[in-house]
Nanobody, 115 residues
Framework: VQLVESGGDSVQAGESLRLFCQASAHTYCMGWFRQAPGKEREAVASISTDGSSPYYPDPMKGRFTFVQDKMNDTLYLLMNNLKPEDTGVYYC?????????????WGQGTQVTVS
C-alpha cells in the first residue's frame, strides 16, 4: 500500500490548508503526524476507519478537523488558524489491521511552512 500526501504549502499565520492522503489500497484508520526540524515526530490527528471517533491532540483542537467531501468521496484534514509552530513535514499513515495499531503504511510527507 502506498500513501501519497498533498496539500502542503507555505502560508501566513492565521491562514488555512487542506491536507489530502491518497492510498493505493484500503487501509484501516488514518493518522496524521508531523515532524519539525530538530524535533520528534508528533501526532496531529487520527480517525477511525468508519470516520467516527476523530482524535486531535490539545494543540490542534479547535483548529484542525477532518472533513468528508462527499461529492468527491474524499476525506481531508482541514487546518485552520495555522501558527508558525505548525511548520513541519506532515505524514499520513494507515494500518493493515482493524485494530489500527500499529500504523504500517506511511507516506513520504508534505511540507507545511507557516510564517
Amino acid at each position: 500500500v502506498q500513501l501519497v500526501e498533498s496539500g502542503g504549502d507555505s502560508v501566513q499565520a492565521g491562514e488555512s490548508l487542506r491536507l489530502f492522503c491518497q492510498a493505493s489500497a484500503h487501509t484501516y484508520c488514518m493518522g496524521w503526524f508531523r515532524q519539525a526540524p530538530g524535533k520528534e515526530r508528533e501526532a496531529v490527528a487520527s480517525i477511525s476507519t468508519d470516520g467516527s471517533s476523530p482524535y486531535y491532540p490539545d494543540p490542534m483542537k479547535g483548529r484542525f478537523t477532518f472533513v468528508q467531501d462527499k461529492m468527491n468521496d474524499t476525506l481531508y484534514l482541514l487546518m485552520n488558524n495555522l501558527k508558525p509552530e505548525d511548520t513541519g513535514v506532515y505524514y499520513c499513515a494507515g494500518a493493515s489491521s482493524p485494530s489500527c495499531t500499529p500504523y504500517d503504511y506511511w507516506g513520504q510527507g508534505t511540507q507545511v511552512t507557516v510564517s
